[in-house]
């Protein structure tokens, strides 16, 4: 088990949406990467948990969410 002090998160935006992805814990200590999304001025939006084996494999996870993203026209507006 694989327990991180601070999570990893990643933030992006276009002029009208938002995304998030965030490599943590769980309440049990398991990996995860959770991803959010929605509109900056409607309030409409979405979420996705998706669990992994590893450090390696969520941080590959979150390499191309933010190829994914910068292909979309979305901007990394910050990183934690």
Do not use: C
């Amino acid at each position: 088990m694989i327990m991180l002090t601070l999570p990893n998160t990643l933030r992006w935006e276009t002029q009208d949406r938002f995304y998030v992805a965030v490599l943590g814990n769980d309440l049990f200590g398991n990996l995860e990467v959770r991803q959010f999304w929605g509109g900056l001025r409607n309030g409409r939006g979405g979420s996705q948990v998706q669990s992994v084996s590893g450090l390696d494999e969520g941080m590959a996870i979150l390499d191309q969410i933010a190829k994914t993203r910068k292909r979309h026209g979305y901007t990394q507006i910050s990183a934690e």
